[in-house]
């Protein structure tokens, strides 16, 4: 009956129009016929739909069973209702964009209905994402996703240190790869220069009680030094308010948490984290933003979502922070800390988990879990 496929593809997500216009075909072609199986009628419809140049699935058909209205994940500590949104949310740590992740989700969501799927496991929700994922998006991402899962398994924090000059990004990033990495601290080197100036008075530790780029008019620079006096006072507010920093991760390890922290002075010569090596992920990188017309646009488009940080302090100074930038960028490619231009990517935030996770997937404890569990997936398909 018309009516009846008229529905299912309406649930399938069709909208009505194209739901009766394919009904209607796949009844011209069967009406002839005095019997027709189900994996014929699939045929027909798939094949009318690749004609309309639709990738739409189609299901398996069975629209006289009742489809599950809700499905429980089970995990180690328990269930869990499925969630689209938070599947789509992890799913975006591979490195693919929103929308992108979203579809993803929708089409595992639409497998296990089909399948009439009450109940799954949280690691069979991992196999049909990694499935997924390599049949739409190739292996690349889903060795990705693989990876973040190995990450969260093995149970050692993170710290993501994102470096970078004023108004590139920083604090954006961070908060959204704590959203997608289910990260729950994250701090800003602009907090612990506040925190401080409010402990350490002016005349004990000048260069802290100004700005990053006016730092400079704090600090005495010998003259036989060489080096800009801009720099240099930078430099000394940076090596400063490292202390800070390393205080941070230092608790963070102690209590087995994650956390990314952002800010113009996270210079990695001023931040020794060697003695932690062993007891969390460091994966450090910097944004930059060298099109001085787009910089100043940021400040300015900045100044319209949050008018208390306006941009004129900012654009006054651009000749400044410019030439930190341009120093900050020295320091990280001498260091071979990788660097990402806002302005040449698409989606900051997908660039940055790309770079996170290529830098997780170096690790050691990491990379022989992912050879384990692939060797263990090999026997089993045997």
């Known amino acids: 009956m018309r009516g009846m496929l008229v529905h299912y593809l309406l649930e399938r997500g069709f909208d009505h129009d194209e739901a009766y216009e394919v009904a209607d075909e796949v009844r011209t072609h069967v009406r002839h016929k005095n019997q027709v199986t189900r994996k014929e009628l699939l045929g027909v419809i798939e094949a009318l739909l690749a004609e309309r140049k639709s990738d739409r699935p189609v299901g398996d058909l069975v629209f006289w069973e009742r489809r599950p209205t809700s499905i429980r994940v089970t995990t180690g ?30 089409a595992i969501e639409g497998s296990l209905i089909d399948d009439r799927r009450a109940k799954v496991t949280d690691d069979e929700i991992e196999a049909l994402a990694i499935e997924v994922l390599a049949d739409r998006h190739g292996k690349t991402y889903a060795e ?69 780029y006016e730092a400079w008019s704090t600090v005495s620079v010998p003259e036989e030094g060489g080096m800009d006096p801009l720099i240099a006072g930078f430099r000394e507010q940076a090596r400063v308010v490292n202390v800070g920093v390393q205080a941070i991760v230092s608790r963070c390890v102690r209590e087995n948490t994650s956390v990314i922290i952002d800010g113009v002075h996270l210079l990695p010569e001023f931040l020794d984290l060697s003695e932690f090596e062993d007891d969390v992920y460091i994966v450090p990188l910097c944004l930059s933003l060298e099109d001085r017309e787009a910089y100043e646009q940021r400040f300015s488009d900045r100044e319209r979502e949050a008018p208390a940080r306006g941009s004129e302090q900012y654009l006054s100074h651009m000749d400044e922070i410019l030439t930190v930038q341009e120093h900050i960028l020295a320091v990280y490619a ?49």
């Open 77 to 106: 500590s328990g269930s869990r209702p499925f969630s689209k949104e938070l599947l789509s949310n992890s799913i975006e740590a591979a490195g693919l964009p929103p929308d992108q992740a979203y579809d993803v989700a929708s």
């Open 334 to 382: 001498e260091q071979d800390i990788p660097v990402v231009d806002t302005n040449d990517v698409v989606d900051v935030t997908s660039a940055a988990v790309m770079v996170i996770g290529e830098r997780l997937q170096e690790e050691e404890e990491i990379r022989r879990r992912l050879e384990t569990n692939g060797k263990k997936k090999r026997r089993k398909g045997r």
């Open 144 to 212: 990705r996703y693989r990876v973040w899962r190995t990450w969260r398994k093995v149970g050692k924090p993170l710290a993501v240190l994102i470096g970078g000059a004023s108004g590139v990004g920083k604090t954006s990033l961070a908060i959204s790869l704590a959203n997608i990495l289910d990260i729950p601290r994250v701090a800003a080197t602009d907090d612990i220069r506040q925190i401080m100036r409010l402990t350490l008075a002016e005349p004990f530790m000048p260069a802290i009680h100004a700005s990053s």
